[in-house]
């Protein structure tokens, strides 16, 4: 069976829409990666994932820190 990988990039206010996109294809789509990398801001992100939090945890912090204003939408 093939193995998948999760590769996370960083740059700043990227790393809130990850959250985003991480709540959906782990919470909703189910998806499971092997295997993750990161760089820079993006080791955040990476770091929750590898302690086993959901999707949901991951993107709590982001939608209320004000980051990204009034137009981050938590999926």
């Given at each position: 069976?093939p193995?998948?990988?999760l590769?996370l990039?960083?740059?700043?206010?990227?790393i809130?829409?990850?959250?985003?996109?991480l709540?959906?294809?782990?919470?909703?789509?189910?998806?499971?990666?092997?295997?993750?990398?990161a760089v820079s801001?993006?080791?955040?992100n990476l770091?929750?994932?590898?302690?086993?939090?959901?999707?949901?945890?991951?993107?709590?912090?982001v939608?209320?820190?004000?980051?990204?204003?009034?137009?981050?939408?938590?999926?």
């Amino acid at each position: 069976m093939p193995k998948r990988s999760l590769m996370l990039v960083g740059g700043g206010v990227k790393i809130a829409f990850q959250a985003g996109v991480l709540q959906v294809w782990l919470d909703e789509a189910g998806i499971e990666f092997d295997h993750g990398d990161a760089v820079s801001a993006a080791c955040f992100n990476l770091a929750m994932w590898t302690q086993g939090m959901s999707g949901r945890r991951l993107g709590d912090p982001v939608a209320h820190s004000g980051i990204c204003g009034d137009q981050f939408l938590v999926l």
